[in-house]
């Protein structure tokens, strides 16, 4: 079985204070509804497992009523850290899952293809991250106001979501993570650890987090432009 593991236990605090940036309305529905109704979609997507914020479980489930979300989701409780909450999702797997895909809940225009062809090269290789070549010039300053120098980008990626692995894999990753102690931004940061390979999926699309309240006009022009190919 291959599993669906979205976190949607953050708090979003670069959108402003008592704004819960997954409850936005973008497209006609909330921004994390998008999300899910991605891996509802995707074929290979056994069950969903949604990691939320306490309190939140009743607002996922009329989400899931709303939609006519059919799949099998488990609401599982966040953690302090991303990487509790996704530890925490991983214990909630069912037996049967062998692959699991890790989805940011803000990121909410993750292709079906781009999520079905992760799970494949995740199946053959243990290890797969959405990633795209940087494309801007990048440059390093200690203080954020002086440039020290150009740093070389033709051997740089942004990572994306989704993560995707073995379940053995990214278990075994993140009991090393825990038992080092370490905060980590990214599951793949996990793998690293272990030594694992992670192979990079790219070429089906924009693939933008709402982070920033800007952010939701470009979002929702890419899921507009979808809408004929996902309206379910």
Same mark, same amino acid.
């Given at each position: ?6 976190? !949607? !236990?953050g ?21 994390? !509804? ?12 056994? =069950?969903v ?8 479980? *009743? ?19 966040g ?26 809940? !803000?990121?909410p ?23 795209? *070549? ?33 379940? =053995? ?34 070429g089906?699309?924009?693939? *933008? ?18 809408? *004929?190919?996902?309206?379910?």
């Amino acid at each position: 079985m291959v599993s669906a593991l979205i976190v !949607a !236990a953050g708090k979003g605090t670069r959108m402003g204070r008592n704004i819960d940036k997954l409850f936005l309305e973008v497209a006609g529905r909330p921004v994390v !509804a998008h999300t899910w109704a991605q891996f509802e979609r995707t074929k290979e997507i056994g =069950e969903v497992i949604l990691v939320v914020r306490e309190g939140m479980e *009743p607002a996922f489930r009329d989400l899931q009523k709303r939609f006519g979300f059919n799949k099998p989701v488990k609401l599982v409780a966040g953690g302090e850290e991303r990487q509790d909450s996704v530890w925490n999702g991983l214990s909630a797997l069912s037996n049967e899952s062998e692959i699991v895909a890790i989805q940011d809940a !803000a990121r909410p225009c993750a292709r079906q293809q781009l999520i079905s062809a992760t799970i494949e090269t995740a199946r053959h290789h243990g290890a797969a991250v959405a990633a795209h *070549p940087v494309t801007d010039t990048l440059k390093e300053s200690s203080d954020g106001q002086v440039i020290e120098r150009t740093i070389d980008r033709s051997k740089i990626w942004a990572v994306q979501t989704p993560q995707t692995f073995r379940v =053995e894999i990214i278990r075994r990753a993140m009991v090393e993570v825990r038992q080092r102690g370490l905060v980590l931004t990214d599951d793949t940061a996990a793998c690293e650890l272990i030594g694992q390979p992670v192979h990079l999926v790219t070429g089906f699309g924009p693939n *933008p987090k709402v982070t920033r309240p800007e952010d939701l006009a470009y979002i929702e022009l890419l899921l507009k432009a979808e809408a *004929p190919l996902v309206n379910v």
